[in-house]
């Protein structure tokens, strides 16, 4: 296994791969049942809307850990902890109601929402050199599950194929090796030849950043690779700091020579045509660039990122961040809150609603400007 050349980029890598909105319900009052005083004549109706409050989670029996994401644009994924187990429910965020659906005697360290299809990736880990992985429903019902010897994980869920799941499992000395799983056919399957750090193209194959070995870098070509061989590749970008997929689209960030101040994100189709681009001020921390979190919202076609009001070193910057919304479809950016802190955040399908907080404690109303707490804790 490869191990000098990972080190350097490996704390920037594992940052970046941790980052990776929804209208609040609205009910019409009902119609009068009053007859019209003049039934001849035609009248508006002025329909009174009944904006609903989310009621926050308490956690009465036990102790919040984390809220995972939505599973629909109502429901949330959240774990807690009570007398030595550990449970994952779902939390409808406007009636309160909750469903149990995975109970844990080991702690649970991650869990992923499937983008497309209603399935759960669950990590738990008892010991601090192995995992334990779920492939379940949204009832809770396992379809697969395997043991990974690992000191660290880092995965990539297929958007496609909820059944396909790479997974670089990291070791004490940082070498790693890159596991293929297949929960449908129940197999896992050694991948040789890859970068820890990847992306689903397609059902067969992966895009990788060509890291070269004993080579200290901050740039690199992204390559495309079959599963089949990966001894062969496609070279498709030049030179990129790092990139991401969601959605059918390739997402570049790039730190250029003629702008050093600033961050580039372009945004491509699957067949390399560029659909838009946009620059941020920049923040250098060590010897690189901070990426601030963000998220995409698949069904408006949206890339939501903070971005700092200037340039800046990460450590000394402290005026606060904006919540920029990038419209690849009307190629246009606008601003929806002025002072934000850089958090995780992710929006749920119908664009309105964020969770937003290192543990998605807080929600936030991108129509409304207003933020709630999500989760009541204990003092």
């Not at 609205?26 to 004549?41: L, Y």
């Not at 429903?137 to 396992?142: C, I, M």
């Not at 992204?222 to 390739?250: A, G, P």
């Amino acid at each position: 296994m490869r191990k000098s050349a990972i080190f350097h980029i490996m704390i920037g890598f594992f940052l970046f791969f941790l980052l990776s909105g929804c209208s609040i319900s609205q009910a019409d009052a009902p119609p009068s049942n009053k007859p019209q005083k003049h039934p001849g004549e035609m009248r508006e109706k002025n329909e009174d809307v009944i904006i609903q409050q989310p009621k926050p989670l308490n956690v009465i029996s036990g102790s919040f850990e984390k809220v995972y994401g939505w599973m629909d644009s109502q429901t949330i994924l959240y774990s807690y902890v009570n007398e030595g187990k550990y449970y994952l429910s779902s939390y409808h965020i406007f009636s309160g109601n909750q469903e149990l659906i995975f109970t844990s005697d080991a702690p649970i360290m991650n869990v992923l929402i499937h983008k497309n299809t209603e399935k759960l990736f669950i990590h738990t880990s008892q010991y601090s050199h192995s995992a334990n992985l779920f492939f379940t429903d949204y009832k809770g019902n396992v379809e697969f599950s395997t043991e990974i010897d690992s000191y660290e994980l880092v995965y990539e869920w297929n958007e496609m194929n909820p059944s396909l799941m790479l997974l670089t499992a990291f070791f004490e000395d940082w070498s790693y090796q890159v596991k293929l799983i297949n929960s449908e056919s129940g197999t896992v399957e050694d991948i040789e030849n890859v970068q820890p750090f990847l992306k689903w193209y397609d059902n067969q194959q992966i895009l990788e950043q060509d890291w070269k070995e004993d080579e200290v870098a901050f740039f690199a070509p992204i390559l495309k690779k079959s599963l089949v061989s990966t001894t062969d590749s496609e070279k498709m970008f030049d030179q990129v700091f790092r990139f991401d997929t969601f959605n059918n689209h390739i997402m570049t960030i790039k730190v250029e020579e003629e702008n050093m101040e600033e961050i580039k994100y372009s945004f491509y189709d699957s067949k390399l045509k560029e659909i838009y681009h946009v620059a941020f001020p920049n923040l250098t921390q060590y010897s690189d660039w901070l990426i601030p979190y963000y998220t995409f919202n698949k069904k408006n076609e949206t890339f939501l990122t903070f971005a700092p009001k200037k340039h800046d070193t990460a450590d000394h910057y402290n005026e606060g961040f904006e919540l920029v919304s990038v419209d690849l479809k009307q190629h246009k950016k606008s601003v929806l809150f002025n002072d934000l802190e850089n958090k995780p955040i992710v929006c749920s399908e119908e664009g309105d609603l964020c969770l937003y907080g290192y543990q998605y404690e807080q929600l936030i109303n991108l129509k409304t400007g207003k933020q709630f707490p999500l989760v009541i804790t204990s003092s």
